[in-house]
């Protein structure tokens, strides 16, 4: 483990039956503060979800605590470099479902469609009638994607089901799903099946893995993370993608929007911001006519008033 930053961050999850997920959430919670470790874990009957930081020692014993635990023996983690404050707090939390899709119809984790990397790759070279679809949130697509990848409009993973008969015109496609780590696309193609979509397969391990093994081939930009980092990248033959919201300016600076009635994340370009304050609310409150002066934010004028 020498090979790991002073703060590592670990990506994980698995879908095993978890008996008592409360009593178990609670075991969790004592590991991971005696460890020190701050992220956010989910943990639902259906399995685990989490992203913690620690100090590197700290990061080693939790991730020897779990494999001892039979149901977990064999989960995979995805390290990338972090720091101190990548999370504020830990927050552990018991969930219907560790990612949350919200189907109409009850569906288990597809496990028999993945590709690895290498298989991945070799599709995307060698098969041109493949189709590349992306279902993260929109604002992920943004900042980074595969070439050529279809990406769904949704703010939200949720947004999915209601957004699939958009893309009725692929039932008969091959569909190469994926996601940043797997977690979504264990769901989602459990969905897309469930719809008629009968050639679907998704990336083992999301952008996260493909990255560790074929940097920035076939890839596009930078890959979003929901912690302080926002993105995190491969530098070598990196092709930014992320545009400033406002004025085009190449970015990859996440900001939410001031109106917290709103709060919508997109990408704004430091310089726009320096030029333009009002440029830190979305274009669609911009729109509206919302300013800084009117917006509702805590300190605001406007709140001031009420």
Partial sequence: ????????????????????????AAEHRCLCGTLELKGRILIAEEGINGTVVGKRESVVRYMEAMQEDPRFADMEFKISEGA?????????KVRPEIVTLGADIPLKADLDNHLSPAEWKAKIEGDPDVVLVDVRNRYES????????LACEI???????????QLESLKDKTVLMYCTGGIRCEKASALFRSQGFEKVFQLHGGIVNYHKHFGNEHWLGECFVFDKRMTVRVDHALNPIGKCAHSGRTTSRFVNCLHDLCHRLFLLAPETEQEDP???LCPECRRAGITSATADYKGSPARSLR
């Fill in 142 to 149: 943004q900042a980074g994607m595969f070439e050529g990848a």
């Fill in 84 to 92: 101190v404050d990548t999370f504020p707090k830990l927050s552990i």
């Fill in 155 to 165: 703010e939200n993973f949720r947004e999915l089901p209601h957004y699939l008969p």
């Fill in 1 to 24: 483990m020498s090979e790991l930053s002073e703060y590592p961050v670990l990506l994980y999850y698995k879908y095993v039956p978890i008996a008592l997920p409360e009593r178990f």
């Fill in 278 to 280: 009002d440029t830190i």
